[in-house]
């Protein structure tokens, strides 16, 4: 018997090599042809190896796994009609061999003729020792011509024949949620475990699903079910403090992710989560440390810095907090949120021009981001800069049009300036935009409750 060498190239290799270089004819059985044709595969050498398939080919004529193995070949060569042509020839010598239908059907998808190749996925499922992987096929077709409903229908086809392909049930879950059926994507798993209450993968997407329609306790409870199958299952101890944590039960959450670390590598997205909880929790220090753990395994997990530089802040530290920012906005630079948050800090810190080149910054990123001047606006109130404030709102009507809520703040400020009749003129216009909205206005500005010309006009049009 032959055996591998130390090296793990097969023997046959070694031999025709051998062969080869001593300038002998070659021969091997059909076994060791595909070996040897596997072994240039998995080295990426895929000229060698259909080199060696055309002359496996010839030595074995009527071998159907090697006429099958050199279509392949020439398919991933783009050679595509030449492995059709070979495909056409195969099936006259087997008619019913479905990798014959299988092969065609990849080559098909991989010239993007997505219906021929559902054609040919069809014709091999009948005689597929595996029917579930040429449904998932089918699946991935409709998939690509944006069919959903197809894909998940043939998905669900995969499922009833195998339970436990992960493969059908993560495609499905995927679908749903691109697609946003959260009420579709808990019956379908709820049907997939009542058929199989041991699968951990069922039990585990039926959480997710829960998860993100909001359902918290039902998605512990899922998570739960599927622990109890499989208590080390990562995704669910990972998606089961994410729940946690959306239900503000942090201290659970961290407990949770820390046992998700415990005998795995260090992992960046696992320390972000913790240290978020820690900073939802106020307990700065500790989210600092663990937002530093973060960005000391991945230098570019952005978010992490931005954690960090608001735990600086809230600990009142102004120079690590500007600089863990600004390392964030070096690796993200137009990102408005970012910009907006350094500008905030600036402004607390009272370096009012720096704050207003990042505003600026921030408002070119996002012109349209109403929010973001009024956020701009509120912190030149703070600093009674209520002169630039006016400014800053009144480009936004300018540039935005007729917002109620820039209209809002505009009075807010000339009656803060003692502008009563100017005041008044934008106080009308909100109100005849959206008279609801003032109520945001005298939470905000609460001594304008009590201003005569604020109440003369909510009454007036109040009526």
């Keep these: 018997m032959q055996i591998e060498n130390i090296d793990n190239t097969p023997w046959q290799v070694h031999k025709l090599k051998e062969l080869i270089h001593q300038n002998q004819s070659i021969y091997f059985d059909v076994d060791d042809f595909e070996e040897i044709v596997e072994f240039f595969i998995l080295e990426g050498?895929?000229?060698?190896?259909?080199?060696?398939?055309?002359?496996?080919?010839?030595?074995?004529?009527?071998?159907?796994?090697?006429?099958?193995?050199?279509?392949?070949?020439?398919?991933?060569?783009?050679?595509?009609?030449?492995?059709?042509?070979?495909l056409s020839e195969v099936e006259t010598l087997e008619p019913s061999n479905s990798d014959v239908f299988l092969t065609r059907g990849a080559i098909y998808s991989q010239m993007q003729k997505y219906?021929?190749?559902?054609?040919?996925?069809?014709?091999?499922?009948?005689?597929?020792?595996?029917?579930?992987?040429?449904?998932?096929n089918i699946a991935f077709e409709y998939e690509n011509m944006g069919n959903y409903d197809k894909t998940i229908e043939y998905l669900s086809k995969a499922l009833e024949v195998n339970p436990e392909n992960d493969m059908a049930m993560y495609e499905a879950a995927y679908c749903f949620d691109l697609l946003s059926l959260t009420e579709e994507s808990i019956s379908f798993f709820k049907k997939l475990v009542d058929r199989n209450p041991f699968s951990v993968?069922?039990?585990?997407?039926?959480?997710?699903?829960?998860?993100?329609?909001?359902?918290?306790?039902?998605a512990i409870e899922a998570f739960e079910y599927a622990l109890a199958i499989e208590p080390e299952h990562g995704s669910t101890l990972f998606y089961m403090a994410y729940t946690y944590s959306s239900m503000g039960r942090y201290y659970d959450a961290i407990r949770t992710y820390k046992y998700t670390l415990e005998g795995e590598e260090a992992d960046s997205v696992t320390f972000y989560h913790i240290g978020e909880c820690y900073e939802k929790m106020e307990e700065y220090t500790e989210a600092k440390k663990y937002y530093k753990k973060t960005t000391d395994i991945n230098p570019?997990?952005?978010?992490?810095?931005?954690?960090?530089?608001?735990?600086?802040?809230?600990?009142?530290?102004?120079?690590?907090?500007?600089?863990?920012?600004?390392r964030a906005l070096d690796k993200d630079p137009e990102n408005t949120a970012y910009l907006n948050i350094l500008a905030d800090m600036y402004l607390l810190y009272d370096e009012l021009e720096k704050a207003g080149y990042y505003y600026e910054k921030a408002m070119e990123s996002s012109p349209e981001d109403e929010a973001l001047r009024l956020d701009y606006a509120d912190g030149l109130i703070e600093k009674e800069q209520l002169e630039e404030?006016?400014?800053?709102?009144?480009?936004?009507?300018?540039?935005?049009?007729?917002?109620?809520?820039?209209?809002?703040?505009?009075?807010?400020?000339?009656?803060?300036?003692?502008?009563?009749?100017?005041?008044?003129?934008?106080?009308?216009?909100?109100?005849?935009?959206?008279?609801?909205?003032?109520?945001?206005?005298?939470?905000?500005?609460?001594?304008?409750?009590?201003?005569?010309?604020?109440?003369?006009?909510?009454?007036?049009?109040?009526?």
């Design 300 to 326: 570019d997990f952005v978010d992490a810095w931005i954690g960090a530089g608001i735990c600086e802040r809230e600990l009142g530290n102004a120079g690590p907090a500007l600089d863990a920012v600004h």
């Design 45 to 86: 050498n895929y000229k060698e190896s259909l080199k060696i398939a055309e002359y496996a080919c010839k030595v074995h004529p009527a071998s159907i796994p090697l006429m099958l193995k050199k279509a392949q070949l020439l398919a991933s060569l783009n050679k595509e009609h030449f492995a059709l042509d070979l």
């Design 115 to 136: 219906e021929k190749a559902i054609e040919e996925y069809n014709k091999a499922v009948q005689d597929s020792e595996e029917p579930d992987f040429v449904y998932c």
């Design 389 to 463: 404030a006016a400014e800053v709102v009144h480009e936004g009507i300018e540039k935005l049009g007729s917002l109620s809520s820039l209209y809002y703040k505009m009075a807010a400020i000339l009656f803060m300036q003692g502008r009563n009749k100017d005041a008044s003129f934008f106080l009308t216009e909100a109100l005849l935009l959206n008279y609801d909205n003032h109520g945001p206005m005298l939470e905000q500005h609460p001594s304008l409750k009590d201003n005569p010309h604020v109440i003369e006009l909510l009454n007036h049009y109040g009526d």
């Design 201 to 218: 993968e069922a039990w585990y997407n039926l959480g997710v699903s829960f998860q993100q329609a909001n359902l918290h306790e039902k």
